[in-house]
């Protein structure tokens, strides 16, 4: 059984950043990071928009917004200095109604207390810089960009093993079992032990954490996020993000126009229940888990709180015309037939015992192991500080 000072489950972003910062700041520890998949980043980090998010949309006294503000600075200083491909396009939300304009009037002060330089826009004004977005009003905020993190999370594991950290794929973390003295690491073929152990699984993190520390009170529950790509006509239909005007109720952003890093363009995601926790196909149900979800009673309350706006989900993921007025509230040109199939992804959101789905971010600890148990978006753009964050954490037990 091989013994490492520390194990990093997890080859997203999260956990490519925290072995990097580690290996980085503690060069003479044995660090080891496990992924199961045959390569980094094939889960929530290389699944979504790839937004570069400003912190519009969070609590000041968050650490989202926290978490954001820096990351956005230091992502684009990443790749800056490496050379790795990022656009600063900026952000326009756009309101279509009074309701959506007097939550966009909110956002405005938000943006404003997150130390943004947010601009509010006219009809005219917006039909000015966006000729192909209709909208009663608008806010533009320039600091918004678009990376690839998946080119940015293998850029860190290169630098992780170039510093002398190992990283092995196709290894599933089965189980976990902790003493006074070690972690034992079970996997399918081979087992490890380590001094410490960092978990960032993201939707396969509260498993772990359980082994652990069975008295966490909250659940990760899997929402699928389904895009559409455009056709290569419309690759220049916009040039900026458009987002529609978000619920403050929930803590997804809207079916928006994300310009790609590629040089197209893609609509999405909506925010349906995934019947599993790597269940991307339309009507794909992994059945234990499923019934796992249906025993949590936090799952079973926060579908009764939110039955109303889950239906709704329901039938625009199931009826592509449905899905389709959701872009056609701020870009009418957009036609059925213009919804090209693109891969879905799969958000972990925590969700409490009481029904309550968890906005922040959430960490867990036992004597030997941290773990990173809600890391909502912007986890991509908060990688860096996340991972310092973490280090900060585990920097007395190392």
Known sequence: MSDYDIIVIGGGI????????????????????????????????????GVIHAGVYYAPDSLKAKYCREGLQRTIAWCQQYDLPYQQCGKLIVATDEQEEARLQ???LRCQQNQLQPELLSAAQLRAKAPAISGSAAMFIQQTGITDYKRLTAHFLAQFEQLGGKVRFNTQVDQLE???????????SEQFSAAQVLNCAGV???????????????????????????????????????????????????????????????????AVLALGKEAYGKTELQ????????CYSGFRQVVKKNWRSGMEEFRNSLNKRGY??????????????????????????????NGELIHDFR???????????????????????????????????L
């Open 178 to 188: 902790e003493n006074e003295h070690k972690v034992r690491v079970v996997c399918k």
């Open 324 to 353: 389709l007025k959701l872009v056609q509230k701020y870009c009418p040109q957009i036609q059925l037939q213009d919804l090209l199939p693109y891969p879905a992804g799969i958000r972990a959101q925590a969700v409490s015992d």
């Open 363 to 397: 960490f867990a600890e036992t004597a030997r192991s941290l773990h990173v148990g809600n890391a909502p978006s912007p986890a991509a753009t908060s990688a860096l500080p996340i991972a310092d964050a973490i280090y900060s954490k585990l920097a007395d037990k």
């Open 106 to 108: 909110q956002l405005y």
């Open 14 to 49: 999260v956990g490519a950043a925290s072995a990097l910062k580690i290996k980085r700041e503690k060069p003479g520890l044995s660090v080891l990071l496990l992924e199961k998949e045959a390569a980094a980043a094939q889960h929530q980090t290389g699944r979504n928009s």
């Open 204 to 270: 396969y993190s509260d498993e772990l954490i359980r082994q652990l520390k069975p008295d966490i009170d909250w659940r990760i529950i899997p929402f699928k996020g389904e895009y559409f790509r455009l056709p290569e006509k419309y690759n220049r239909i916009v040039e900026h993000l458009i987002y529609p005007v978000p619920d403050p109720q929930l803590p997804f952003l809207g079916v928006h126009l994300t310009l790609m890093i590629g040089g197209y363009v893609t609509v999405g995601p909506n």
């Open 287 to 294: 059945f234990h888990q499923f019934v796992d979800m249906l």
